[in-house]
């Protein structure tokens, strides 16, 4: 069965540095989701990206941070200047299309700031 | 904004059924949906439900009254790996938003 990849599992950075999280879809999906989750909370939505550009973002979704999709495979985030608040699970989910009712997530990518 | 409100925690007993709520306000809403999470693991989709109405699944059971703002998620025949988080999420606007309650952990005792 199809699924999403994340890359890498865990992730250890210091406060200040740049780090990007890699979500390789399954491969006919179009339609591209980050989410985090802080230990012990809600999943949060971060952005959504469709067609080379972002659909939609929330509001935690600022300058520090960025999507793309560099080489038609993979789907990135960026992390700018990390924060100790950055800490969390970092979700990638895939859908066929947005009218499907399915996301698809990946396992997650564990960042930790120190 | 959203507000999506789901108890944080209920327990039941083995080959029970349990019937897990959810509540929301939103604005652009087009569709809820119910995820199992398991501790340290991915959001994994049961159900989804954009008309009012019950949707059956085997051993899940999902409705939707969009005129009060409620859904809620049947579990039947409970067994012990249904232990888990239920998740809660409405899509809002253009397909392209979700938001999440922040779970309810189910407790499945034998």
């Known amino acids: 069965e199809p699924e999403v990849t994340q890359t890498p599992s865990h992730q250890v950075t210091q406060m200040g540095q740049e780090v990007i999280l890699r979500c390789v879809p399954i491969s006919n999906h179009l339609y591209f989701y980050w989410y985090r989750q802080i230990l012990g909370q809600k999943v949060e939505f971060l952005v959504s990206f469709y067609n080379n550009e972002i659909s939609e973002k929330s509001e935690i979704f600022d300058d520090q941070f960025s999507v793309e999709r560099p080489d038609g495979s993979n789907f990135t985030l960026k992390i700018r200047s990390t924060k100790l608040e950055d800490s969390a699970m970092y979700f990638c989910?895939?859908?066929?299309?947005?009218?499907?009712?399915?996301?698809?997530f990946g396992p997650g990518t564990r960042l930790t700031v120190t | 904004g959203q507000n999506i409100d789901q108890p944080t925690e209920m327990t039941a007993t083995e080959g029970a059924i349990v019937q897990i709520n959810c509540t929301y306000q939103t604005s652009g809403f087009n569709g809820l949906f119910w995820y199992q999470q398991h501790a340290g693991e991915a959001p994994t989709f049961l159900s989804y439900?954009?008309?009012?109405g019950l949707e059956e699944k085997g051993r899940f059971s999902s409705f939707l009254s969009r005129s009060k703002g409620y859904s809620y998620l049947l579990l039947k025949e409970l067994q012990m790996k249904d232990s888990a988080s239920y998740l809660c999420?409405?899509?809002?606007?253009?397909?392209?938003?979700?938001?999440f309650g922040s779970g309810t952990k189910l407790n499945v005792k034998p």
């Open positions: 999420a409405v899509r809002e606007g253009n397909f392209n938003k979700f938001y």
């Open positions: 989910a895939t859908a066929g299309d947005p009218s499907d009712y399915e996301q698809y």
């Open positions: 439900n954009v008309l009012d």
